[in-house]
């Protein structure tokens, strides 16, 4: 299958830094990436979707001036997280899809970012 | 509001026996469903997808069953082993304007005991 590769697999920063986190599609184009946070024992939950050259597109609560997204390649996009705080420790999933058809494609997923921030 | 349930407690079960997971959801009529496995620390890796018109798709051991009457889908693993062990998640295409993005259930945690 398709290969997702995200960096770093883990970071631990200082409170009021920010972390940028790159995910790249390897072998293939991904014109939408995804963006997911989940919480120890819980689901993932979509932050924004990322469309190359254009804006991302955020869910609902999401402050899009925190974590900036930014898809500027058909194989990279990345999520910074500006002036961390500890209640952004969480684990960072990136994905992407391939083929013509959005709808009805499987997703490939990064191997996440787990962030800590002290 | 639109829900998808899974199993929130672990299912443990003997090797070589199968595992059944449940995944439901509400106020939805997905076009297809898919099947994710997650380790832990780990994103999670593709399965299976089956479509509003399949009753039942395989892979190897896999087994998924749609039935959208009941808005309900059953995983099953047949044989399992002990590397069977790890967090099963469903997920459903959410379309909305420039939000084709999965949404995922809670996930069930499957453990196989050797």
């Known amino acids: 299958g398709a290969v997702v590769s995200q960096h770093p697999s883990w970071v631990i920063c200082k409170s009021g830094t920010s972390v940028k986190i790159e995910c790249r599609s390897l072998?293939?184009?991904?014109?939408?990436m995804f963006w997911y946070r989940q919480f120890p024992k819980q689901s993932l939950m979509l932050m924004a979707t990322?469309?190359?050259?254009?804006?991302?597109?955020?869910e609902q609560g999401v402050e899009k001036d925190k974590f900036l997204i930014n898809h500027a390649s058909l194989t990279l996009s990345t999520l910074t997280v500006t002036s961390a705080h500890p209640e952004d420790s969480s684990f960072y999933i990136c994905?992407?899809?391939?083929?013509?058809?959005?709808?009805?494609?499987?997703?490939?997923f990064g191997q996440g970012t787990r962030l800590t921030v002290v | 509001s639109q829900k998808i349930e899974q199993n929130s407690e672990a299912l443990n079960i003997q090797e070589g026996k199968t595992a059944t997971l449940t995944c439901n959801y509400t106020n939805y009529s997905p076009a297809y469903l898919q099947w994710y496995r997650q380790d832990p620390g780990r994103g999670p890796v593709f399965l299976l997808l089956i479509r509003e018109n399949e009753k039942e798709k395989r892979k190897e051991r896999l087994k998924v069953t749609f039935d959208t009457t009941l808005k309900q889908s059953l995983f099953h693993i047949t044989a399992s082993q002990p590397a069977d062990s790890a967090t099963y998640l469903c997920a459903l295409d959410m379309v909305r304007p420039g939000r084709r993005a999965l949404t995922f259930g809670s996930g069930t945690r499957l453990q196989v005991q050797p």
């Open positions: 990322s469309n190359e050259g254009s804006k991302a597109t955020y």
């Open positions: 994905s992407a899809k391939t083929g013509t058809s959005i709808m009805n494609t499987e997703a490939f």
């Open positions: 072998d293939f184009q991904a014109t939408t």
